[in-house]
């Protein structure tokens, strides 16, 4: 083997033990409090950040808040703070609140830092349960992903560098494996597959009803807005919903 050819291969080697740790830290946690646990149903928040991410969590709050009077609709499509927070204990809830100093946007809202700790908390807790991969394993892996093409693309200009470069047939067969498997962990959701099943056997036990008056369990409407978003806003809270801008915001599963 030349040595133009050992330096790809030994890249190749590297960027595909790069991919294999990678694929580790993604994999799915098994938690103590698995979907199939007695009583282990997570909240609505917790289903909406599983479906929609940040704000749909923030989403959930908010129309638990303006269900006991403490938020209402802003000027300018932005909710504000109608008074204190009630009785919740939800830290959810109280970080969301907190946040709402002046009236804020949605997306505002959401990246305030106050309602950021409060939703990552709960984004740790699932993914200590098995529905999310775990924050801080998630950023190593996709640093790990970004880093297997990069070290690709070093040993392939180390090896044309040499008389004795890698064949075009080394590189195809060696190289494009590995970039579409970094491709395929990079577009791995956050919510595993064990949350999407839940979130599909939730929608089934809960169908979206077509009368809004068939619903008077305000917990109930907040679960009908964590599994299915803005059509389930529309539904139940169309003024709140259209005046403090809500509906709209289409976030892929568990960002």
């Given amino acids: 083997m030349g040595t133009g050819t050992w330096w790809f291969t030994a890249a190749a080697c590297a960027a ?10 993604l994999r799915a946690r098994r938690g103590d409090a698995g979907p199939g646990s007695a009583g282990a149903v997570p909240g609505p928040q917790a289903l909406a950040l599983l479906r929609g991410g940040r704000r749909a969590a923030v989403t959930v709050a908010l129309v638990a808040l303006h269900q006991h009077g403490a938020v209402a609709a802003g000027r300018k499509h932005t909710v504000r703070a109608n008074g204190g927070p009630g009785r919740t204990r939800d830290p959810v809830q109280l970080g969301v609140h907190r946040s709402l100093r002046n009236a804020l946007a949605l997306r505002a809202l959401a990246l305030r830092p106050e309602a950021r700790r409060a939703v990552d908390g709960l984004r740790a807790e699932l993914g200590r349960t098995g529905l999310l991969r775990p924050p801080g394993r998630r950023r ?12 690709l693309a070093a040993g392939l200009l180390a090896g044309v560098g040499a008389e ?92």
Avoid: I, K, N
């Avoid at 595909?16 to 830290?25: F, I, P, R, S, T």
């Avoid at 595993?192 to 009803?209: G, N, Q, V, Y």
């Fill in 16 to 25: 595909w033990a790069e991919l294999l740790v990678a694929a580790a830290l």
């Fill in 140 to 151: 190593t892996a996709r640093l790990l992903l970004a880093a297997a093409p990069a070290t």
């Fill in 164 to 255: 004795d470069g890698p064949g075009p047939g080394l590189v195809l067969a060696a190289g494009a494996p590995a970039l579409l498997a970094a491709l395929a962990l990079w577009r791995l959701p956050p919510s595993t597959r064990a949350a999407r099943r839940l979130l599909a056997e939730l929608r089934e036990r809960h169908p979206l009803p077509a009368h809004r008056r068939e619903v008077t369990d305000g917990r109930l409407v907040q679960l009908y807005v964590a599994l299915y978003g803005d059509p389930a806003l529309a539904l139940f809270l169309p003024r709140f919903s259209r005046d403090g801008g809500l509906l709209g915001h289409r976030t892929p599963e568990g960002r």
